[in-house]
């Protein structure tokens, strides 16, 4: 079989379960962090953003780690959180990240924003065994910026699950009213 975690998503809400729809859509528990600007190309959030799109609520879940990997607090906390949601009608378009932390019992949970981070700038070239060149990007100076409510403390320094709420729709209606003032030299601009 082969696939992304979107495919998934999508299979699963068109052919699997296309009888009986599901009520909620779960995706990971990932080992490793989906926090801040991670939740762009994370598998596990696109697999669940895949389902939000089809109107299927939807959440993902990552133990923030590293290294140690005991899921036990992540699948505890998971397993309330579904069934606090499973308790009340959910928007169609529900879409929640959720980071546990890692080597810890958490110390209670708390709704976050998306934080900001960085890996780093640099690149390490090598060679494989079969004398093709590959890259690793990034290398291990991540850092997160302070700041407060974000997923980022929560997790790393407050040692909490962060529950943050996410939305679909990207557009910045700043730039786009920005953009519209723009001349584009031999195309004339409409309106919608």
Known sequence: M?????????????????????????????????????????????AAMEASIFGVPAIAFSLAGRKVFDFGPAARFARSLVQAALARPLPK???????VPPGVEPDGYVVTRLGKHSYGSSVVEKTDPRGRKYYWIGGNDYQHEDIPGSDCNVVLREHRVSVTPLMLDLTDDEMRNEVGRWTVEGFARREL
Do not use: F
Not at 18 to 27: C, D, K, T, V
């Open 93 to 99: 378009h529900l879409l929640l990240n959720v980071n």
């Open 2 to 46: 082969d696939g992304t975690p979107t495919d998934c998503s999508w299979l699963a809400i068109h052919h699997v379960l296309r009888e009986r729809r599901p009520s909620i859509m779960l995706a990971g528990i990932n080992h490793g962090p989906n926090l801040a600007d991670d939740v762009t190309y994370s598998g596990t959030v696109a």
